[in-house]
């Protein structure tokens, strides 16, 4: 068996590049009205070409930086928990594959969380009962606990502060309100092609509207 101190030290490896993010993570209001004050889903728009991006979903959150901060909830790998960490019994216990979370520190581990209250230290509030877990021994402390009340994913996505804004600017993503059943959801093959066209037709709507208003 893996000893629980060379467990911790596994993790440490693979979340460590993310401990600065931690300390400066912390959640926006929750009811900003702008897309880039709240937790919001990104939709790579169609002409998103960058192999990194193309066809995704993201779930980014502010940070107290004014930055943001996500993962891609859409390209699951061929990995599970167990096959990383094949001397881990409580990895065992997770049966979903560990999901591709974005091209910043692609060894670093981090997890989606269901809760009411915070998983542990170094935990984000992205939305109501749904935190971004990136402290080494919280994540450690979910697979051993509740392992399948997370999803897990390597690497993540940031952004400096005022990027993002600009991205949406230049229309690289579409911007929805999220929902933690399709963070969640095991079919994912989808999920890009439902959510781009609820995006046009909500634009397409907002858009009929801005135009009658001035019949």
Do not use: C
Request: charged share 20%; no cysteine; glycine share 6%.
């Amino acid at each position: 068996m893996l000893g629980v101190t060379r467990m911790k030290v596994l993790f440490r490896l693979l979340a460590g590049a993310l401990a600065i993010a931690a300390a400066l993570a912390q959640p926006a209001a929750a009811q900003a009205p702008a897309p880039t004050e709240a937790t919001v889903f990104l939709v790579a728009a169609p002409g998103f070409r960058d192999p990194e991006y193309r066809q995704t979903v993201l779930i980014a959150s502010p940070t107290a930086n004014g930055g943001h901060i996500g993962v891609i909830i859409n390209k699951p790998t061929r990995r599970t928990l167990s096959s990383l960490f094949p001397e881990h019994e409580p990895s065992k216990k997770v049966m979903e594959p560990v999901f591709f979370g974005g091209p910043f520190s692609t060894s670093a581990l981090v997890a989606v969380v269901r809760g009411e209250r915070s998983p542990g230290a170094g935990s984000l509030l992205i939305m109501t009962n749904l935190y971004l877990a990136i402290n080494v021994n919280t994540i450690d402390r979910i697979i051993e606990d509740r392992p399948n009340d997370a999803r897990y994913y390597v690497g993540y996505v940031g952004w400096r502060p005022g990027e993002l804004r600009r991205e949406i600017d230049r229309g690289l993503w579409y911007v929805l309100n999220p929902d933690a059943n399709t963070v969640f959801r095991k079919d994912t093959d989808h999920i890009w092609e439902e959510l781009l066209r609820m995006a046009r037709q909500i634009n397409a709507l907002a858009d009929d509207d801005d135009a009658h208003a001035f019949d």
